[in-house]
């Protein structure tokens, strides 16, 4: 279910769009005016095995459902986003090779949508379009530039400079959890691709439980020694709120490795705002961990950045949550729609 209020069809600012988040597991539908406002949405899963032809007609058939559901139909929306993960060939809409989606490879997946729904479609990467979910109506809505870093299974990311999504030459744009922060040929392997030293290794849910894992097992103590074999960054931020030690450095090692990234982001692009997404966040800003989490980011990036630039620049928690995807693919397909010639 969406965390955005619902708004009226009939109060709604024209043009409307549809936005598309497809997940590994689930798969997200929204109607969304000009400015914004959500009028309708519908979560389904994605079934992956079924593959991306039968999803796209799912789709198209759960977005003319939506759409009847709240007094509209096909011919009242302008374009469709549409925003799914792993590797893309955005100007061909391709997909290539998803790690999660393996009955999805090499598929047109544009054409397929377009076929079925019968409006246009702008293509995005998922984190793409979280980013820029944020960035138009939420935690970066009064900046031109910002950085989204989504902290889940792996580390996706964004980027909006000067009001303009990063996409880049081969449709990578954006990666930043592949940055390398760790040169080491024994480095981490992070979880897609198996890229040595990255950014992601070392600050995914999955990065983050392994390393506490070997901690343990080698000795650490800590209230989770009992839960070490099928230990998660949910149960790692439940003792640190309990005031496991263990757990609270963990978490604290984890905030400087993500602002070695931050460090780089920021004197590589100076965008002002970074933002964190995802599920991992220790709890969030309501949090005293999540707080804490923050903080320890903050600090770390300004030992680690220029003065100047460290004053100017904001790091904040993501405000729309599991809504950006499809918010941002909305906004993405807004902002194709009004660069058409009139």
């Known amino acids: ?35 914004g406002k959500t009028l309708g949405f519908t979560a389904f899963p994605t079934e992956e095995p079924r593959g991306p032809a039968d999803a796209m007609k799912r789709v198209a058939a759960a977005s003319s459902e939506l759409l009847a559901s709240i007094g509209l139909s096909r011919s009242d929306i302008a374009r469709v986003g549409l925003g799914t993960p792993g590797s893309q060939d955005i100007p061909k809409g391709m997909l290539i090779e998803p790690p999660n989606h393996p009955h999805w490879h090499h598929f047109p997946i544009v054409k397929c949508l377009e076929e079925s729904i019968g409006i246009p479609v702008s293509f995005a990467n998922d984190a793409n379009a979280a980013a820029f979910g944020e960035f138009w109506v939420g935690t970066g809505a009064i900046y031109s530039s910002m950085v989204l870093l989504t902290l889940g299974t792996g580390v996706g990311g964004g980027i909006i400079i000067d009001n303009q999504l990063v996409v880049g030459h081969n449709s990578f744009g954006g990666e930043c959890g592949h940055m390398i922060i760790d040169p080491r040929p024994d480095a981490r392997l992070c979880v897609w691709g198996g890229g040595r030293g990255h950014l992601e290794a070392y600050t995914s849910a999955s990065g983050v439980a392994q390393r506490a894992k070997e901690e343990l097992a080698a000795g650490a103590a800590s209230s989770l020694r009992d839960h070490a074999e099928n230990l998660t960054t949910k149960m790692i931020y439940e003792a640190a709120s309990a005031g496991d030690a263990f757990s609270l450095k963990v978490i604290d090692e984890t905030a400087d490795y993500l602002a070695l990234g931050i460090a780089t982001i920021v004197h ?45 620049t904001k790091i904040e928690f993501a405000s729309l949550g599991g809504d950006a995807g499809y918010l941002g693919a909305a906004g993405i397909a807004r902002m194709e729609f009004k660069k058409l010639p009139t």
């Open 1 to 35: 279910m969406t965390s955005q209020p619902i708004h009226p069809a009939s109060q709604a600012v024209a043009p409307l769009y549809l936005g598309i988040d497809v997940g590994g597991t689930g798969m997200k539908v929204g109607v969304v005016d000009d400015v």
């Open 268 to 312: 590589t692009l100076d965008p002002g705002l970074i933002v964190l997404g995802g599920a991992m966040n220790f709890g969030g800003i309501a949090s005293p961990v999540g707080l804490r989490f923050l903080t320890q980011i903050g600090q770390t990036f300004r030992k680690r950045s220029f003065e100047y630039v460290a004053r100017g």
